[in-house]
């Protein structure tokens, strides 16, 4: 009979989420969700209930106790405790995780306090310092003041290698590079799908994390291993390449070739562009070049050469200090005359890059070279043509 009365609490204020609901507040001491008239009624019902089931009649009270004044703790509260707010959490998943932590009494304690402070929107995701049985005020305030936000941000930019990755990973949390090496060797584990693994050119790969660090700014979580925060790295990119719908876009769009292969013609476009103007075309290049009606069906850029360097602990080169031999090296599999795309991203791309690839302006560009300060590039279809843009270069003083 109870039941009947919707005296509960969760089925109405959490199934929408904790959304900030600025209009219509309910006030913690005394307000129920209806008229004078409808709480009145209520709570007369209630009581002529209560006083004929007998024994049961305190634990109906405290529910009926609970719709009509909130659980809360009173005060600032007592001993220090961690809390993190994951990405992306509403008022809701907030109000669950300090519930979890004893930090406030109920989520309802929470979730009115931050619809009743026009300031709440303004909380983060990251791990804050709180105290266990805060009223849903005092944590609100707790986590406005930014002193009890634990900061430990690090920000990864475009472009950088995995191995690079590592390095500043490692100097930002101490975790020893061995460790993000280790945690890498298997990306399958790290949250990559097997999927992205498959090529449509027939080349066999050997799975790689290679490309799928998103570059991003990251807060570290207290007590991260490495596998934690490449974990975090492979979910962001697999988020950003989910709201871009990119596998379904290339599968569509890119005539017959796979995720992968446009996540590396990204990181081709990523190592090669001097501005970010650039990135669409470069990618095209890279697709005429391999695609196309290039002589030898070839990438012929100087960056995967440097990155078969780093990779085997050489230092990198500018394209005119390298010789011959590293150039066209047969043992590199990274080649720059190997047919074909090589085995893998050479570099972590941003989303700039990804569009780039995933929707590359048309043009017939087979060449194209830098010739002004700011990185951008003159690109052409015959090489008469590009030989006319490094004149212009070399007179730019940029080659």
Same mark, same amino acid.
């Given at each position: 009979?109870?039941?009947?009365? =919707?005296?509960?609490?969760?089925?109405?204020?959490?199934?929408?989420?904790?959304?900030?609901?600025?209009?219509?507040?309910?006030?913690?001491?005394?307000?129920?969700?209806?008229?004078?008239?409808?709480?009145?009624?209520?709570?007369?019902?209630?009581?002529?209930?209560?006083?004929?089931?007998?024994?049961?009649?305190?634990?109906?009270?405290?529910?009926?106790?609970?719709?009509?004044?909130?659980?809360?703790? =009173?005060?600032?509260?007592?001993?220090?405790?961690?809390?993190? @707010?994951?990405?992306?959490? #509403? #008022?809701?998943?907030?109000?669950?995780?300090?519930?979890?932590?004893?930090?406030?009494? $109920?989520?309802?304690?929470?979730?009115?306090?931050?619809?009743?402070?026009?300031?709440?929107?303004?909380?983060?995701?990251?791990?804050?310092?709180?105290?266990?049985?805060?009223?849903?005020?005092?944590?609100?305030?707790?986590?406005? =003041?930014?002193?009890? !936000?634990?900061?430990?941000?690090?920000?990864? &930019?475009?472009?950088?290698?995995?191995?690079?990755?590592?390095?500043?990973?490692?100097?930002?949390?101490?975790?020893?590079?061995?460790?993000?090496?280790?945690?890498?060797?298997?990306? @399958?584990?790290?949250?990559?799908?097997?999927?992205? *693994?498959? !090529? $449509?050119?027939?080349?066999?790969?050997?799975?790689?994390?290679?490309?799928?660090?998103?570059?991003?700014?990251?807060?570290?979580?207290?007590?991260?291993?490495?596998?934690?925060?490449?974990?975090?790295?492979?979910?962001?990119?697999?988020?950003?390449?989910?709201?871009?719908?990119?596998?379904?876009?290339?599968?569509?769009?890119?005539?017959?070739?796979?995720?992968?292969?446009?996540?590396?013609?990204?990181?081709?476009?990523?190592?090669?562009?001097?501005?970010?103007?650039?990135?669409?075309?470069?990618?095209?290049?890279?697709?005429?070049?391999?695609?196309?009606?290039?002589?030898?069906?070839?990438?012929?850029?100087?960056?995967?050469?440097?990155?078969?360097?780093?990779?085997?602990?050489?230092?990198?080169?500018?394209?005119?200090?390298?010789?011959?031999?590293?150039?066209?090296?047969?043992?590199?599999?990274?080649?720059?005359?190997?047919?074909?795309?090589? &085995?893998?991203?050479?570099?972590?791309?941003?989303?700039?890059?990804?569009?780039?690839?995933? $929707?590359?302006? &048309?043009?017939?560009?087979?060449?194209?070279?830098? @010739?002004?300060?700011?990185?951008?590039?003159? *690109?052409?279809?015959?090489?008469?043509?590009?030989?006319?843009?490094?004149?212009?270069?070399?007179?730019?003083?940029?080659?």
């Amino acid at each position: 009979m109870i039941d009947d009365l =919707d005296l509960g609490f969760d089925e109405q204020d959490r199934g929408d989420k904790g959304r900030h609901r600025r209009g219509a507040v309910r006030r913690r001491q005394g307000k129920s969700g209806g008229g004078p008239g409808k709480t009145l009624l209520a709570l007369a019902l209630a009581l002529i209930l209560l006083g004929g089931i007998g024994g049961g009649a305190f634990y109906g009270f405290d529910r009926v106790q609970n719709y009509f004044v909130t659980p809360d703790y =009173d005060g600032s509260g007592t001993a220090e405790v961690t809390v993190e @707010i994951k990405q992306g959490a #509403l #008022l809701a998943d907030m109000a669950d995780a300090l519930v979890a932590a004893d930090v406030v009494k $109920s989520t309802k304690a929470f979730i009115e306090a931050a619809e009743e402070n026009s300031r709440s929107k303004n909380i983060q995701p990251g791990t804050y310092k709180l105290r266990k049985q805060m009223s849903g005020d005092a944590a609100v305030a707790a986590m406005l =003041d930014l002193k009890n !936000r634990i900061v430990n941000g690090i920000t990864i &930019p475009e472009g950088l290698t995995a191995k690079t990755v590592y390095k500043r990973l490692s100097e930002k949390t101490d975790i020893p590079v061995k460790d993000f090496e280790a945690a890498a060797k298997d990306p @399958i584990a790290l949250g990559v799908p097997d999927w992205w *693994f498959k !090529r $449509s050119d027939g080349k066999t790969v050997k799975p790689s994390i290679e490309g799928f660090l998103f570059p991003d700014t990251y807060e570290i979580p207290p007590k991260a291993t490495a596998e934690t925060v490449l974990k975090l790295m492979v979910n962001n990119f697999l988020t950003v390449t989910s709201n871009m719908q990119y596998a379904e876009k290339v599968q569509k769009e890119r005539g017959g070739i796979t995720p992968y292969e446009a996540l590396i013609v990204a990181s081709l476009a990523q190592a090669e562009a001097g501005n970010k103007a650039d990135l669409g075309k470069v990618a095209r290049v890279a697709y005429n070049r391999v695609y196309g009606e290039f002589d030898c069906n070839c990438l012929e850029m100087d960056v995967t050469v440097n990155y078969y360097l780093e990779l085997t602990g050489q230092k990198t080169k500018a394209s005119k200090d390298m010789t011959a031999a590293e150039l066209d090296n047969p043992k590199n599999p990274y080649n720059r005359k190997l047919r074909g795309l090589v &085995p893998s991203p050479i570099n972590n791309p941003g989303k700039e890059a990804l569009e780039g690839a995933l $929707s590359p302006p &048309p043009g017939k560009w087979l060449y194209f070279v830098a @010739i002004s300060k700011d990185g951008r590039s003159a *690109f052409a279809e015959t090489y008469d043509e590009q030989l006319r843009n490094e004149r212009k270069a070399k007179e730019a003083g940029i080659i």
